[in-house]
């Protein structure tokens, strides 16, 4: 997929990884809407992409994932000033273990809601011009992380909706793929979660387990993520691929085919 020209919309765009998914996207010529529930950062980081990329390629929404309604008008303003959407990265998430009802409803329900609503505009029996939706989970999509059940859940239904609906999209020609990342630890606000007695909620005390796992895991950049990002974005061979990034580069994640499956349920 060329880039060039294409609308793309970067939930959580404002800071740290989306900040870099929607970097690339104007480097390789597209126009970003960048939403965001921080209006500040928002803004600030609308100005800083104006400086560099020119006036009229970029916008930011106040947009709220949670919330139906600024959602859909935030894409809606998309659709106005872009004329329609062809890339959607749904990657707003937190951690927030002290109050699970929100992490559920940014990191799960907020991306189901993205993508949905971003389906609508984009798949061709409506009208849309297909394209791609990278939704972002993370290696706690994979397997445990012991101190966040909650957004370890969160992510593993990130996951399985998007290679479901990446399904249904295939077979029904909607004319857009969905892909998933599961990023390591990453270098950005989002650590800060891990020693908030707040965030941790009733896992703070078991903080140890956070330190030794970011030892041995280390810290990615967000340079490193992008890279995934934007082979994701370009390969129109991938739907319902989920890549994960490490220390030693990104990889396709290789899950149990539907035979392996039935194996294991007739056993
Ligand atoms: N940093 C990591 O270690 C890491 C690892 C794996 C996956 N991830 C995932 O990457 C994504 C981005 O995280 P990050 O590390 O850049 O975090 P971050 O905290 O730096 O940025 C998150 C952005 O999302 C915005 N946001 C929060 N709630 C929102 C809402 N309700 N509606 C709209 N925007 C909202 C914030 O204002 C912020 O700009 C998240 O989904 C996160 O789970 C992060």
Redesign the pocket.
Known sequence: MALNGKVAVV??G?????KGFAECLLQNGAKVSL????EK?GETTKATFEKEFGTDRVVFCA????LEEQFKDALQKTVEKFGGIDIVCN?????NEGNWEKTVA??LN?VIRGTYLALNHMKKENGGRGGVIIN????AGLGPFPTCPVYTAT?HGVVGFSRAIAMASAAAGYGVRINIIC????R????GALTSEEQCGQFFQLQEINHKLLDSYGVLEVSDVVKAFESLVLDESQNGAAVSVGAEGFDYVKFPTAEDLKKKSNM
Not at 35 to 38: H, I, R
Not at 63 to 66: A, E, F, I, R
Not at 91 to 95: F, K, M, S, T, V
């Open positions: 939930t959580g404002g800071q740290g990884l989306g939403f965001d529930v921080d950062t947009c709220d994932v949670t990657n707003a998430g937190i951690i940014i990191n907020g972002i989970a993370s290696l992510k990023p390591n630890f990453v950005t606000a989002m650590l």
